[in-house]
């Protein structure tokens, strides 16, 4: 008996190679060293058009990913049978382009297969961290800076083919170098921060994420190891993409640009902020839990300026005359009260 093929099942079918066939365009275009501004918001466009898109895409970078060193050697292989990628995709359809974009993506699983004959080297992650109360700036090995924030942890592994780090805890502000046959990644969790050369901050305080772009654009995908990209977010000087836990659609906040990282100067900025979560900040950089607010109506109290990180209690003091408040001490502790309540 024949096998009956539905009209539905071969356009499904159809739309699965057209995405695919897309997809590695844009993944060779993207990781040519020649793609701008204008290609990384194309992809995110595309990418968020169909949920398609997003699987035929990640299918592709996680065998690339795979390959690991090898893969320049395949993406030079393939880079002349790669067009650039156009939005929106055109109706007709080149028939060289197909055949190429085939045999290029069904040779990756072989590639793959076979990779342990590739000759490579991958270069040994170096761990750098910070203890509390300790801020610390390193230089990697291209260059690029990294501020540690307190109580930090970050891992970085940097070679001929790539730039990665992971924060494995705290808060951290990247000066990345440009390089763009090298773009750097940072790894959070299961979100990958793409850069080619920018300043930016990726912070994993208080059980969620948060990116805030001081010069440059970022890219920021949500993605769990292997598996389908669930979102990708783009952010620009002077906003912040904040991702609170298990949620792939980020809160965006704009920020002021140039107060990004002012902790990795010995200053805490805030806007608006309530005393309770300042206090907090300020007694990470501080021993013991210095700083405590007397009652709920001081806690609730909001904040807006500048603090020098300091001994706790010039901290307390400075806190103190800006917000018309006393301070009681109890032993090495200092809590901040109405003054109304202390007369």
Do not use: C
Not at 64 to 73: G, K, L, N, Q, T
Not at 232 to 256: F, K, M
Not at 278 to 290: C, H, I, K, M, T
Not at 300 to 306: H, K, R
Request: net charge negative.
């Amino acid at each position: 008996m024949g096998t009956t093929v539905s009209m539905d099942e071969t356009e499904n079918t159809s739309g699965r190679k057209d995405a695919r066939d897309t997809a590695l365009g844009w993944y060779v275009r993207l990781t040519s060293g020649e793609a701008g501004e204008a290609d990384w918001a194309a992809h995110a466009e595309w990418l968020a058009a169909d949920p398609a898109n997003l699987a035929a895409f990640t299918s592709v970078q996680v065998q690339f990913d795979r390959m690991d060193s090898a893969a320049e050697a395949v993406r030079a292989h393939y880079a002349d049978a790669m067009p650039a990628p156009v939005l929106p995709a055109p109706a007709r359809r080149v028939a060289r382009r197909t055949v190429l974009l085939a045999g290029a993506f069904a040779g990756l699983a072989a590639i793959v297969a076979g990779i342990s004959l590739w000759p490579w080297s991958q270069a040994t992650p170096t761990r750098y961290a910070t203890a509390r109360g300790e801020v610390r700036q390193v230089t990697l090995a291209d260059g690029s800076t990294v501020n540690l924030d307190t109580d930090t942890a970050i891992t970085v592994a940097i070679d001929d083919g790539r730039r990665v780090a992971t924060l494995d805890h705290g808060r951290a502000i990247f000066d990345i170098r440009h390089e763009p046959s090298r773009p750097f990644i940072v790894n959070a969790g299961r979100r990958r921060i793409h850069v080619l050369g920018t300043r930016f901050e990726v912070s994993t305080l208080d059980d969620s994420l948060s990116v805030t772009v001081a010069r440059g654009r970022v890219g920021v995908t949500a993605q769990e190891e292997d598996q389908p990209i669930l979102a990708q977010n783009t952010a620009s000087a002077g906003e912040r993409l904040v991702y609170l836990q298990g949620g792939s659609i980020p809160h965006r906040e704009t920020v002021d640009a140039a107060t990004v990282g002012h902790w990795s100067e010995g200053w805490l900025s805030f806007v608006a902020t309530p005393l309770k979560t300042v206090l907090e900040e300020a007694n990470r950089y501080l021993p013991g839990d210095l700083l405590h607010a007397g009652g709920p109506a001081v806690a609730e109290m909001t904040f807006t300026g500048s603090l020098q990180i300091r001994d706790g209690e010039t901290l307390a003091r400075n806190l103190a005359d800006f917000m018309s408040l006393d301070i009681r001490r109890e032993g090495d502790h200092f809590i901040l009260e109405p003054r109304e309540a202390s007369r």
